[in-house]
């Protein structure tokens, strides 16, 4: 193969030696971005790591990183880029939550720390790499656990057709359903849920029914959450009424 220079002479280059350059040339920047490919479970409060590496192992310092949680429309949880982070189009939740292991970058390691954790940030994220011309992704599951309070139950008094009571959890992710039972463990017919979700993807969850006398007067109010494979219950005995006597 020949390769043209100015004017005076023509260079015989081998072809394999060419070849080796060009191949040096396009393949020095390409790279896999590999992570785990079970799901990670944490628990709400707790930090975690969020692992993501190239292969082979070569230097992050001078591309752009980005880690996106999917299930948002703004989805950018964080990005490293000209050797700083930028935190302009960070979604709120995540500030002053997340960084890299900078000091790794030179390794490939682009793993992402995120600490205290809350319900929100469950989701599906990617970690995404691009070098000045090659990228590469991979995407990681996140699900959060919440275990919340024990139903707290209390009587709300006469209502027609019987008694109210109201059922009350709070703190749970995802989710959880509450239900009534009377004594022998059947379910009782109560209204819609009342559930609220607060701005950390925590869940309170309200529950009334009409209950009429029984033999035992017992019922119990059970929290549950299949997920998590939680389970509470709280149990209330109501009192007898006792007959009035007129006194003569």
């Known amino acids: 193969l020949l ?3 100015p004017s005076s002479a023509l260079v015989c ?3 394999f030696k060419l070849l080796k350059l060009l191949i040096c040339l ?3 920047e390409r790279f896999e971005v590999l992570g785990p490919t079970d ?3 944490t628990v709400a409060g707790d930090d975690i ?3 993501c590496y190239l292969k082979p192992n070569i230097s992050a310092e001078d591309m752009t990183v980005d880690w996106l949680n999917l299930d948002f429309i703004d989805s950018r949880v964080y990005r490293y880029q000209n050797h700083r982070v930028i935190r302009d189009d960070q979604i709120p939740s ?3 939550r997340t960084s890299l292991f900078e000091k790794e970058l030179w390794r490939g390691n682009t793993s992402l720390k995120l600490t205290r954790v809350q319900g929100t940030d469950e989701g599906h994220y990617k970690c995404f790499i691009k070098a000045k011309s090659w990228y590469d992704d991979f995407t990681i ?3 959060v656990k919440a275990v919340g309070s024990k139903p707290v139950v209390s009587i709300e008094g006469h209502r027609e057709g019987g008694m109210g009571l109201l059922c009350e959890t709070e703190g749970w ?3 959880p359903e509450l239900v009534w039972l009377d004594s022998k463990g059947v379910h009782l017919s109560a209204g819609p849920p009342k559930i609220h979700k607060d701005f950390k993807g925590f869940y309170t969850v309200k529950l009334h029914v009409i209950v009429q006398e029984t033999d035992t007067n017992r019922f119990t109010c059970r929290v549950q959450q299949s997920r998590i494979n939680e389970k509470m219950e709280t149990e209330i005995h109501l009192p007898i009424p006792h007959p009035v006597v007129d006194v003569w």
């Open 13 to 15: 280059v081998p072809l």
């Open 26 to 28: 396009f393949s020095s």
């Open 49 to 51: 790591i969020l692992p």
């Open 141 to 143: 599951q996140v699900l």
């Open 94 to 96: 995540y500030r002053g």
């Open 173 to 175: 992710h995802p989710e």
């Open 39 to 41: 799901l990670i479970v």
């Open 3 to 5: 390769v043209s220079f």
